[in-house]
């Protein structure tokens, strides 16, 4: 991905281009992800039940 950012500069604009590498995981991948990782409790909280238009990780760790 390379994301371009258009910053005023006087009478012009300066881009700043900055760039990564991501994937797409499934909500189950994370959770195991998240698991592996010493969390417990994973859940996932939808839409419908939380009021946020994305899914909602929940997790605990000690």
């Known amino acids: 991905m390379e994301y371009f ?3 005023p500069n006087g009478e ?3 881009v700043h ?7 797409a995981l499934t909500q189950q991948q994370l ?3 998240v ?3 010493g969390f ?9 039940s939380s009021g946020f ?8 760790t000690q």
């Open 5 to 7: 950012q258009l910053l």
């Open 53 to 60: 238009f994305q899914p909602i990780l929940l997790a605990r």
């Open 35 to 37: 698991a592996d990782a």
């Open 17 to 23: 281009t900055r760039r990564t590498t991501y994937w």
């Open 31 to 33: 959770a195991s992800l």
């Open 40 to 48: 417990t409790d994973v859940e996932w909280l939808t839409p419908e």
């Open 12 to 14: 012009g604009w300066r």
